[in-house]
T-cell receptor
Framework: DAKTTQPPSMDCAEGRAANLPCNHS???????VYWYRQIHSQGPQYIIH???NNETNEMASLIITEDRKSSTLILPHATLRDTAVYYC????????????FGTGTRLQVFP | SAVISQKPSRDICQRGTSLTIQCQVD?????MFWYRQQPGQSLTLIAT?????????ESGFVIDKFPISRPNLTFSTLTVSNMSPEDSSIYLC??????????FGPGTRLTVL
């Protein structure tokens, strides 16, 4: 079973920041928080991951609470092309560990 | 990021037949994975394709229904055997290239009539 809880859907105005929350209260010390997104009819796309420090890349920022029980993915300036299902996944940082997908958050960016 | 291709991109098949899906990556990888995504659902892991040994299947998936080959470090196949309409799904492969990040292929959309 997925170890994360996300809201089923969210809306965001184009150009505004999209803040997608994720709860992972049972996360273990060696587990990372990963974010993927899936645009309709495409394979999932890796966005970002982190262990305990906040992370930023060209796509997004990841804010992890100090107790690591929740996190927020931030898309700083959402565009219509960011409309997708966003998945938050916890996983040990080893390449043999599988990804367990939950139901994700369907983000709709509107004009 | 890695380049992953899948063939076919989509297919429509008759009940009782089998389809083999190919997954090719652009460089050698340790782990390859196969997922299924049923209509309107999230992704479910079918199995981990191991090079040089049998695949490791998740609960609810068996080798007779979903045989997997992994002949080398850049290629894998998944066969959906004796298909029924319930097998209509998107099938995706992913790879983990000596890092802690998986990259996914574009998927194969299968419709079984």
């Amino acid at each position: 079973d997925a170890k994360t809880t996300q809201p089923p859907s969210m809306d965001c105005a184009e150009g505004r920041a999209a803040n997608l929350p994720c709860n992972h209260s049972t996360i273990s010390g060696n587990e990372y928080v990963y974010w993927y997104r899936q645009i309709h009819s495409q394979g999932p796309q890796y966005i970002i991951h982190g262990l305990k420090n906040n992370e930023t890349n060209e796509m997004a920022s990841l804010i992890i609470t100090e107790d690591r029980k929740s996190s927020t993915l931030i898309l700083p300036h959402a565009t219509l092309r960011d409309t997708a299902v966003y998945y938050c996944i916890v996983r040990a940082g080893q390449n043999t560990d599988k990804l367990i997908f939950g139901t994700g958050t369907r983000l709709q960016v509107f004009p | 990021s890695a380049v992953i291709s899948q063939k076919p991109s989509r297919d429509i098949c008759q009940r009782g037949t089998s389809l083999t899906i190919q997954c090719q990556v652009d460089s050698q990888v340790t782990m390859m994975f196969w997922y299924r995504q049923q209509p309107g659902q999230s992704l479910t892991l079918i199995a981990t394709a191991n090079q040089g040994s049998e695949a490791t299947y998740e609960s609810g998936f068996v080798i007779d229904k979903f045989p997997i080959s992994r002949p080398n470090l850049t290629f894998s196949t998944l066969t959906v055997s004796n298909m029924s309409p319930e097998d209509s799904s998107i099938y995706l492969c992913s790879q983990d290239r000596f890092t802690d990040t998986q990259y996914f292929g574009p998927g194969t959309r299968l419709t079984v009539l």
